[in-house]
């Protein structure tokens, strides 16, 4: 213990006491400040995540809502699609069906047009035809034209 010197121990002890007087009164208050502002920033930061975090929820809430009210819409929108499709295929039956009355309507008019012609014309065959019978049978052209032109047209079909 004699390389222990008090001296030298006491040399020592002032030493570091300059030393740190000297880097507390020249760096200290910087240092201090920078960890201080490091500090705060760090707060800031955390602050910032939290207000982060909160806004990154608050959006998500307000996309799942804008999403709820688009499916809303959308189904709105087919409901009405719906709706008009089945009031435009309604019209469009009813007008087919008007349109199909009036082609029947039509096609009767022609036919019985048509039938009536046809029995016309067979009355006239049937009477041209007891003619010709006629005057093969009477050897007259004429005999009883009246009586069977009367007899012929008074047949109902």
Do not use: C, P
């Not at 819409?73 to 009355?101: G, W, Y």
């Not at 009036?102 to 006239?124: H, P, Q, T």
């Amino acid at each position: 213990m004699d390389d222990l010197n008090v001296a030298v121990i006491l040399a020592q002890f002032i030493n570091f006491w300059i030393v740190f007087f000297i880097f507390y009164y020249f760096l200290g208050k910087t240092i201090v400040k920078t960890i201080e502002e490091r500090r705060s920033q760090i707060e800031n930061l955390d602050n910032s995540e939290d207000v982060v975090r909160e806004k990154l929820e608050a959006a998500q809430e307000e996309a799942k809502e804008i999403i709820n009210e688009a499916r809303k819409n959308a189904s709105d929108m087919q409901k009405n699609a719906d709706e008009l499709s089945k009031r435009d295929t309604a019209a469009k039956l009813k007008i087919a069906e008007e349109k199909a009355e009036w082609i029947m309507n039509s096609a009767k008019r022609d036919i019985e047009k048509e039938r009536l012609s046809m029995i016309e014309s067979m009355k006239k065959k049937v009477l041209d035809l007891s003619l010709k019978i006629n005057s093969k049978v009477f050897d007259n052209k004429d005999n009883n034209k009246e009586f069977i032109s009367k007899e012929v047209n008074s047949i109902k079909l």
